[in-house]
């Protein structure tokens, strides 16, 4: 029975983990944006770490969530303990989807224009470095 329990804990995990990618990639692509002047010169841990660990974090209570649903009133079984600590309400996975599908779209359409908006001022000006314009053509490739 636990072989079947963690497989079903197992495939949530990684259809959770597939739907907040797209979160991530615009974390990733939000944070080239802004630190444009220096994203390819300078190493920053915490732009690959912050996602990941969301994700990680985010799917893996979710998959447990979903294969236990509320937690049993039986004391003898761990599951009970386990599942007491996890649990998360539907309405909150509802909302934590619909964070991850609405909310990014949102922030991507801004960056885009955004980035647009600042790939015309590189036309006009000679201020920006060859490093730059690569950066923002990669941020307007990425959409």
């Known amino acids: 029975n636990i072989i079947v329990i963690s497989a079903s804990v197992l495939r949530l995990?990684?259809?959770?983990?597939?739907?907040?990618?797209?979160?991530?990639l615009i974390f990733e692509r939000l944070?080239?944006?802004?630190l444009i002047?220096?994203?390819?010169?300078?190493?920053?841990?915490y732009i690959?770490?912050?996602?990941?660990?969301f994700n990680f974090t985010i799917s893996l209570l979710s998959g447990i969530n979903i294969v236990f649903g509320q937690p049993r009133f039986n004391p003898f079984e761990f599951i009970f303990i386990f599942s007491d600590f996890v649990y998360i309400s539907n309405p909150v996975i509802f909302g934590?989807?619909?964070?991850?599908?609405i909310v990014p779209s949102i922030i991507s359409v801004g960056i885009v224009?955004?980035?647009?908006?600042?790939?015309?001022?590189?036309?006009?000006?000679?201020?920006?470095s060859l490093s730059e314009k690569y950066q923002l053509k990669e941020n307007l490739r990425a959409f």
């Not at 002047?37 to 841990?45: C, G, T």
């Not at 690959?48 to 660990?53: F, H, N, T, V």
């Not at 934590?96 to 599908?101: P, S």
């Not at 600042?118 to 000006?125: D, F, Q």
């Open 13 to 24: 995990y990684q259809d959770y983990t597939i739907v907040n990618l797209f979160p991530a």
């Open 31 to 34: 944070c080239a944006t802004i």
């Open 37 to 45: 002047r220096d994203y390819e010169k300078k190493r920053r841990f």
């Open 48 to 53: 690959s770490a912050i996602p990941l660990l």
């Open 96 to 101: 934590l989807l619909f964070g991850t599908a």
């Open 113 to 128: 224009v955004f980035n647009k908006r600042r790939y015309k001022n590189i036309l006009l000006s000679s201020t920006y």
